[in-house]
């Protein structure tokens, strides 16, 4: 069974500092996915990875796959209360046909 | 609006009561799935289906069944809840050749 796990588990920060969520496994993956949830809703796909080394930006956010595809990291500069909320990873080996192993998450509160 | 639609949203049962949990997508996607999170557990599997026609077990299958009504639609059935399937159930989809999950809202579903 391969395992997805996220650390830190519970981050809370002032709105403006910079953090980093990482997602560790010990499984190689052909793609790697970060989604983040609100309250009473459904994850919301945020960017996909699927080069070992792989950096791609969304705005504020940074995020990039191991060399050896087995983790990832996401960075947010100067976060904002807008970026509360739930965010997990999920690893992925059969594009197209998904069966996506989920992380454990990362809930983040930011403080206005 | 296009999506993966899902209901009841809230639903509390009784311990050996049955239920079904209705999925619906609109964007023809070939994939779908039945996801069921918990508290310090990410996103657990229950049952996928490749394609219309087909469905396998997931990570956590016992206790459920599933029914891939047409491309559209895919089911879960609890057909004697137990206290250990409260819990908030998702409902999955995605297209062949792409990455990345679309979600539906959740089934929020105590079993007391």
């Known amino acids: 069974t391969q395992l997805l796990e996220q650390s830190p588990q519970f981050l809370s920060i002032q709105e403006g500092e910079n953090l980093t969520v990482y997602c560790n496994s010990s499984?190689?993956?052909?793609?790697l996915q970060w989604y983040r949830q609100e309250p009473g809703e459904g994850p919301v796909l945020l960017v996909t990875?699927?080069?070992?080394?792989e950096v791609k930006k969304l705005k504020r956010l940074t995020f990039q796959f191991g060399d050896a595809r087995k983790d990832s990291s996401l960075h947010i500069t100067a976060a904002q209360p807008g970026d509360t909320g739930l965010y997990l990873c999920?690893?992925?080996?059969?594009?197209?046909?998904?069966?996506?192993?989920f992380g454990t998450g990362t809930r983040l509160t930011i403080i206005p | 609006n296009a999506g993966v639609t899902q209901t009841p949203k809230f639903q509390v049962l009784k311990t050996g009561q049955s239920m079904t949990l209705q999925c619906a997508q609109d964007m023809n996607h070939n994939s779908m799935y039945w996801y069921r999170q918990d508290p310090g557990m990410g996103l657990r599997l229950i049952y996928y289906?490749?394609?219309?026609?087909?469905?396998d077990k997931g990570e956590v299958p016992n206790g459920y069944n599933v029914s891939r009504l047409n491309k559209r639609e895919f089911s879960l059935r609890l057909e004697s809840a137990a206290p250990s399937q409260t819990s908030v159930y998702f409902c999955?989809?995605?297209?062949?050749?792409?990455?990345?999950?679309?979600f539906g809202s959740g089934t929020r579903l105590t079993v007391v």
């Open positions: 289906s490749a394609s219309e026609g087909t469905t």
């Open positions: 999920a690893g992925g080996n059969n594009f197209g046909n998904e069966k996506l192993t």
């Open positions: 999955a989809s995605i297209d062949r050749g792409a990455y990345g999950y679309t």
């Open positions: 499984s190689v993956f052909s793609s």
């Open positions: 990875v699927v080069t070992g080394g």
